[in-house]
């Protein structure tokens, strides 16, 4: 999914990563392409993670994470990192989902498990603020309930506001039609792609078959 996703990143982009699955992204993208990443905490032009045993601890992303700061890159107070997010300046954000709706509504920061409780860190900043966002996320539960909703049940970080969802299954652009699969694994059958999809699907004429992800 990161290196699918990465591939949709164009050269000169500044982006942020949610915590989780999306910093993956960084690790696949394409080598020739030159990202400017973003954390909300207050880093610009974050590196690779360091080796180990050479990371400045006071150096981390929003996720606690060690990283590296890449030549011309800063950090920063985290107000004027959210003057970023608030104020159109990034590009990309991709976010994990608990819910995605037909409509575009993002659900990331809340569920009903009493075992999860609530983080929304700069979710709904980032959601609202980026010029397109793009979620990641598991295409079930996993207990297997669809992610993939008419409508979110869970709080909403933004509505309206995912333009496409990559998921283990298939990649799915918003649509005001709704949900419209262009790119399906192979091995996967439509059929099967509705049956774990609780909204209604639309598949693209040029229907693309993915090969199996490592």
Same mark, same amino acid.
């Given at each position: 999914?990161?290196?699918?996703?990465?591939?949709?990143?164009?050269?000169?982009?500044?982006?942020?990563?949610?915590? #989780?699955?999306?910093?993956?992204?960084?690790?696949?993208?394409?080598?020739?392409?030159?990202?400017?990443? %973003?954390?909300?905490?207050?880093?610009?032009?974050?590196?690779?993670?360091?080796?180990?045993?050479?990371?400045?601890?006071?150096?981390?992303?929003?996720?606690?994470?060690?990283?590296?700061?890449?030549?011309? #890159?800063?950090? @920063? %107070? %985290?107000?004027?990192?959210?003057?970023?997010?608030?104020?159109? %300046?990034?590009?990309?954000?991709?976010?994990?989902? @608990?819910?995605?709706?037909?409509?575009g509504d993002l659900a990331n920061w809340a569920t009903d498990e009493a075992t999860m409780p609530p983080a929304v860190g700069g979710a709904m900043d980032l959601a609202v603020g980026a010029r397109?966002?793009?979620?990641?996320?598991?295409?079930?539960?996993?207990?297997?309930?669809?992610?993939?909703?008419?409508?979110?049940?869970?709080?909403?970080?933004?509505?309206?506001?995912?333009?496409?969802?990559?998921?283990?299954?298939?990649?799915?652009?918003?649509?005001?039609? #709704? @949900?419209?699969?262009?790119?399906?694994?192979?091995?996967?059958?439509?059929?099967?792609?509705?049956?774990?999809?609780?909204?209604?699907?639309?598949?693209?004429?040029d229907l693309i078959l993915l090969g199996e992800q490592p």
């Amino acid at each position: 999914m990161a290196a699918r996703v990465a591939r949709d990143i164009p050269d000169g982009s500044y982006v942020n990563l949610g915590i #989780g699955m999306p910093t993956l992204v960084a690790d696949v993208a394409p080598p020739d392409r030159e990202i400017v990443y %973003h954390s909300e905490n207050g880093v610009l032009g974050m590196g690779p993670a360091p080796e180990p045993g050479t990371g400045d601890p006071e150096l981390i992303n929003a996720g606690k994470q060690l990283v590296t700061l890449l030549p011309g #890159g800063a950090y @920063f %107070h %985290h107000t004027d990192a959210f003057v970023m997010m608030r104020g159109g %300046h990034l590009d990309i954000t991709v976010l994990g989902a @608990f819910q995605v709706g037909a409509n575009g509504d993002l659900a990331n920061w809340a569920t009903d498990e009493a075992t999860m409780p609530p983080a929304v860190g700069g979710a709904m900043d980032l959601a609202v603020g980026a010029r397109r966002v793009l979620v990641m996320t598991a295409h079930t539960t996993k207990d297997g309930r669809p992610k993939l909703l008419p409508a979110c049940t869970y709080p909403l970080t933004a509505a309206g506001v995912v333009d496409r969802v990559y998921t283990d299954l298939a990649v799915l652009d918003v649509t005001p039609e #709704g @949900f419209v699969v262009r790119e399906l694994v192979e091995g996967v059958s439509r059929d099967e792609l509705q049956a774990k999809t609780a909204a209604p699907l639309q598949f693209a004429p040029d229907l693309i078959l993915l090969g199996e992800q490592p």
